[in-house]
């Protein structure tokens, strides 16, 4: 069974940095894309970065681009997402995800976290 556990959130000031952790468990981590996605009160869970199985390939999401870094350690089956220039709209519970594909996380993922709450003040 797939276990995704993340961590790393907290209470950063605007322009502060936050690195995220997802530990994975349960099947070959190396084989398959990771993803970072974000949920803030009263809104629609969001996209925020893709790696691929390894790590050649990243997508970001206009919002987070330049600013967050997603990266992977196949030898600890982690993925990281780095997050700089932090702003009060990042504030948001972030969570990660997996699929069956080596290529491809989407919000209908099958696989995902419990989620680590991130929190910029103004």
């Known amino acids: 069974q797939v276990q995704l556990v993340e961590s790393g959130g907290g209470l950063v000031q605007a322009g502060g940095s936050l690195r995220l952790s997802c530990a994975a468990s349960?099947?070959?981590?190396?084989?398959?894309?990771m993803g970072w996605f974000r949920q803030a009160p009263g809104k629609e869970r969001e996209f925020v970065a893709r790696?691929?199985?390894?790590?050649?390939?990243?997508d970001y999401a206009d919002s987070v681009k330049g600013r967050f870094t997603i990266s992977r350690d196949n030898a600890k089956n982690r993925v990281y997402l780095q997050m700089n220039s932090l702003k009060p709209e990042d504030t948001a519970v972030y969570y990660c995800?997996?699929?069956?594909?080596?290529?491809?996380?989407?919000?209908?993922?099958?696989?995902w976290g419990q989620g680590t709450q991130v929190t910029v003040s103004s």
């Open positions: 995800a997996t699929d069956d594909s080596s290529v491809v996380v989407t919000a209908m993922s099958r696989y």
């Open positions: 790696i691929n199985w390894s790590g050649a390939s990243t």
């Open positions: 349960g099947r070959t981590f190396s084989s398959y894309a």
